[in-house]
């Protein structure tokens, strides 16, 4: 008996440890187990463009949109996202071909903010001008997404659709040249569309300026797209004719020209693509001219039998006149010694340093602000007597 209730009393031990074992497993793998492998924060997405335009531009489609500025979080973006530029083709009946949208330009983020201007990117997505050719007056379809990093994008923007059409082949002699009060700009007509096709007619030609950095001037001229801006290119003025004069413009500021063809579709304008670029930076190289009508009074000084000779000409009309100078010489044909090193503001001298007894020869010139001086006036001779 008492063996028997010792078994039954070992074995309800047993069993007790087994429990109290296995609950305290329990409590070890619920208290201190491993944890699982931690997982990485999502990538931040953009919220999607809504305000998505566009229209043709030479050969090519000028897209307009505001980038996001903020995660569809509600998180301020830190940077600007990279920009996908989605092209689509369209079904015979007009409507978008859903398999042709491919993602035909990618504008890496450090490179967004040169497409920013007046709060908005404008993006001129190209198009082989064959391909206008081929399909004049079809559509293109767009849609732009962004993103921060390779995982995620933002969803599409609005679809829009664009036609498209042949336009003149682009200018590419457009030249300029600096006069004293206006730069002359002057081109040739195109010939071809720029498919190679017949040309439209050109209603007008456009003439657009912009005014570079003058830091920036050297690397604008082997390409236009690496300016640094002051003001961006805007419409100057139209022509007829192919030929301009600017006379709206500064000696010593730095200014890019381009000339884009204007014709008409449908009722509407449309343009050209951009000319070759005139990058000038007009220097005051112009003399004013020439002081007129200089005359010579001899008259006694305050001096006892002392003599002076006032000079008086007429006042010259040059906007930029600085002042005038006087020479005078002792041998006709000669300029003379300098008699007034600083300018004079007035068109009149009064020479006191005279000598009786002597002849001299008078001459004036005029002094504009960036230094150049004008050929000297007729000179004028003086005889000062002796009392």
């Excluded at 070890?28 to 997982?39: D, N, Q, R, S, Y």
């Excluded at 530029?85 to 330009?105: C, E, H, L, M, N």
Aim: charged share 20%; net charge negative.
């Amino acid at each position: 008996m008492r063996t028997r209730e010792w078994h039954c009393a070992e074995a309800v031990g047993a069993a007790r440890g087994i429990f109290e074992l296995t609950v305290a497993a329990v409590f070890l793998v619920i208290g201190c187990g491993a944890p699982g492998e931690p997982k990485p924060p999502s990538p931040p997405i953009p919220v999607a463009v809504k305000d998505l335009s566009g229209h043709q531009q030479g050969d090519g489609v000028q897209l307009v949109f505001t980038l996001p500025s903020k995660t569809i979080a509600g998180d301020r973006l830190a940077a600007p996202p990279a920009v996908e530029i989605v092209r689509g083709s369209a079904q015979q009946d007009g409507s978008p071909d859903t398999k042709s949208f491919r993602v035909v330009y990618t504008i890496p983020s450090v490179l967004v903010t040169n497409y920013v201007g007046d709060g908005q990117m404008k993006f001129t997505d190209p198009i082989d001008p064959a391909e206008i050719s081929a399909h004049a007056g079809g559509t293109f379809f767009y849609a732009v997404r962004t993103r921060l990093s390779q995982k995620r994008a933002s969803a599409d923007s609005n679809l829009i659709g664009v036609r498209v059409f042949r336009v003149p082949e682009s200018i590419t002699t457009l030249t300029a040249q600096v006069m004293e009060t206006a730069i002359a700009l002057s081109w040739s007509a195109p010939a071809v569309s720029s498919g190679a096709g017949p040309v439209p007619v050109i209603s007008e030609y456009r003439v657009y300026r912009g005014e570079l950095d003058p830091a920036s001037v050297e690397v604008s001229i082997k390409n236009l797209s690496q300016a640094k801006w002051e003001s961006p290119l805007t419409l100057l003025a139209s022509s007829e004719e192919t030929n301009y004069q600017d006379t709206f413009f500064e000696f010593g500021e730095a200014y890019a020209y381009v000339v884009r063809s204007a014709v008409t579709v449908e009722g509407k304008p449309l343009e050209s693509s951009d000319s070759n670029s005139a990058i000038v930076i007009p220097r005051d190289t112009f003399p004013p001219a020439t002081p007129q009508d200089v005359v010579a009074d001899v008259e006694p000084g305050s001096a006892p039998d002392s003599i002076v000779v006032d000079l008086s000409w007429s006042i010259s009309r040059e906007t930029d006149l600085a002042g005038y100078r006087v020479y005078r010489a002792e041998e006709q044909g000669t300029k003379g010694a300098l008699l007034t090193p600083e300018l004079l503001l007035a068109p009149a001298y009064r020479d006191t340093s005279v000598q009786q007894g002597h002849r001299y020869w008078y001459t004036v010139t005029a002094v504009d602000h960036a230094e150049n001086e004008s050929v000297p006036s007729a000179a004028f001779p003086v005889d000062v007597a002796k009392p």
